[in-house]
Structures are given as structure tokens and as C-alpha cells.
T-cell receptor, first 109, second 115 residues
């Protein structure tokens, strides 16, 4: 069964810092990988989707990479802002969607 | 474009009561899913559907039922509510699962408390 792990579980950084969130998965037979943002008490908002044939995707200050062979993805957030504070989840698509438990990010003003 | 709409947003049930969580999508998506999210436990799949008239169990189906009579709607039924069903429930949809470019879209969730 696919297992998705996100490390660290929580991260606190000062405003303006660049940061990297990690996602690892055990089965490389995936169709795509998605990064989501979840604000407290809210649903999941899709940030980036990387297809299995792609290496990275960029949207504004966000850059996500995918290394299928090693079972890893990273979400890079440049010049972090307090508004980036949220929980970030990754999900891989195989026979089903498999989710990590998320990284809770706090950006301190 | 409403996307995935869930109702109600909040609900408190007494043990043994029944209720239906509603989910509707307007994106003509074939696939629809119900997840529950418990603190620190991640998202767990309850039921899913690959099209109208077709449903299947996910990881944690006990205590729940679903139906998919139309492409748009995918209600989740709790027959005899138990405290263990206290959770946040999310409905999601996608056009396809095997299509690498097909993202998963979520509703805003229903927060259910069973006391």
C-alpha cells in the first residue's frame, strides 16, 4: 500500500525566509502529485499539480519538484509571508489518492 | 463556478440519530470521494464513486452509506451516529484518476459532532 510521509510535522520561520517542505512516498507508480494548502477550519485548496512525467511546477512564489525514482517531492516557498501560515498537504495519485498528514507552517512577522 | 459544494457546514447529532451530508459538483466530474479528517490522522477515504450508479468502499466505510444517482450529487448517509464519527468530512471530485493532469477538487467540509 502506498504510504505518504511529510516531514517536518510543524515548522516555524521568520517572515522573509525561504523554506522547503518535504513529501516522500513509497510506490513510484503514480499518475501525479498534488500539493494542497489547508487553512484552519477550511477545505483543501490545490496549489500545484505535477504530472508523473514532469520534474517541477511553479506558481508565483511556489515551486514544487518531483523525483519519482526516489519517491520524493519538495515544495519550495520563497520569501515567506505571514499569510502563508497554513497546513500544507501532499497527495499522490495511484489506484487512489494517498495523502500525507501535512506540515503545519507558521510564518512569524 | 461553484466547484464542490457541501452542506451543512456544521452539525451536532445525538448518538443514534441519522443524517445525510450533501455534496454536489458542477464540473461534470466522473469521480467523487468522501473523506474524513481527524486531528493528526490525515485524510481517510470512506467511499468513492467512478460514475453515476457506481460506488465502492474506501478505507473506513463502516457506519456510512452512499448513493450516486446523478453525476452531480454524492450524498453520504450516517444511519446510527456514534461518537467515533465525530470528525470533519470532506467531499472531493476529479475528472479522472488515471489522467495525470486531472487535479482533485475539495469542498469546504462539514464539521460533525456526535454527543
Amino acid at each position: 500500500k502506498q504510504e505518504v510521509t511529510q516531514i517536518p510535522a510543524a515548522l516555524s520561520v521568520p517572515e522573509g525566509e525561504n523554506l522547503v517542505l518535504n513529501c516522500s512516498f513509497t510506490d513510484s507508480a503514480i499518475y501525479n502529485l498534488q500539493w494542497f494548502r489547508q487553512d484552519p477550519g477550511k477545505g483543501l485548496t490545490s496549489l500545484l499539480l505535477i504530472q508523473s512525467s514532469q520534474r517541477e511546477q511553479t506558481s508565483g512564489r511556489l515551486n514544487a519538484s518531483l523525483d519519482k525514482s526516489s519517491g520524493r517531492s519538495t515544495l519550495y516557498i520563497a520569501a515567506s509571508q505571514p499569510g502563508d501560515s497554513a497546513t500544507y498537504l501532499c497527495a499522490v495519485t495511484g489506484n487512489q489518492f494517498y495523502f500525507g498528514t501535512g506540515t503545519s507552517l507558521t510564518v512569524i512577522p | 463556478n461553484a466547484g464542490v459544494t457541501q452542506t451543512p457546514k456544521f452539525r451536532i447529532l445525538k448518538i443514534g440519530q441519522s443524517m445525510t451530508l450533501q455534496c454536489a459538483q458542477d464540473m461534470n466530474h466522473n469521480y467523487m470521494y468522501w473523506y474524513r479528517q481527524d486531528p493528526g490522522m490525515g485524510l481517510k477515504l470512506i467511499y468513492y464513486s467512478v460514475g453515476a450508479g457506481i460506488t465502492d468502499k474506501g478505507e473506513v466505510p463502516n457506519g456510512y452509506n452512499v448513493s450516486r444517482s446523478t453525476t452531480e450529487d454524492f450524498p453520504l448517509r450516517l444511519e446510527l451516529a456514534a461518537p467515533s464519527q465525530t470528525s470533519v468530512y470532506f467531499c472531493a471530485s476529479s475528472y479522472s484518476r488515471a489522467n495525470p493532469s486531472s487535479p482533485l477538487h475539495f469542498g469546504n467540509g462539514t464539521r460533525l459532532t456526535v454527543t
